[in-house]
């Protein structure tokens, strides 16, 4: 059986790994056009790795062989810069232009960011749904037992 504290830590692990891709995204859609970077040169996207990860067990859970054994949170596993080359755009009077008059661009889709921006923000607004549904089983059930 599935307790609450299990349904909130699920979700509330949730809602952080949606956070970070967020920001990650974020971040992405604030630099598409970002030619210098302090390692040198343009900026690279950057995405997210999620990875599933047991729910930590509580007390009575590590005595009890049940369905919380194939419960999983989500973890951010790391953010990594992505390995596509830069854009090539021909831009003579752009300061960071090449002798052939070149700039590298970062490899950056803006539809492609806000089709995960809208995913992410759709995951997070599932997890919050999920969270206040487990807060209004645990209220019935208190109201239940007050009668």
Do not use: C
């Amino acid at each position: 059986m599935i307790d609450m504290f299990t349904t909130w830590a699920i979700s509330s692990s949730g809602l952080t790994a949606q956070r970070v891709r967020m920001n990650a995204i974020s971040a992405n859609l604030a630099n598409v056009h970002t030619t210098r970077t302090a390692t040198g040169g343009p900026y690279r996207r950057l995405d997210v790795v999620f990875a599933a990860v047991p729910v930590a067990a509580d007390a009575r859970g590590i005595f009890r062989r049940s369905f919380d054994d194939f419960l999983r949170a989500v973890q951010v596993l790391r953010v990594v810069e992505d390995s596509r080359e830069p854009r090539q755009v021909f831009d003579p009077d752009h300061p960071d232009a090449d002798a052939q008059g070149y700039v590298l661009l970062p490899n950056i889709n803006l539809m492609e960011e806000m089709v995960n921006l809208l995913s992410a923000n759709r995951a997070y607004e599932a997890n919050v749904a999920a969270i206040n549904a487990a807060k209004s089983m645990a209220r019935k059930a208190l109201e239940i037992g007050q009668v």
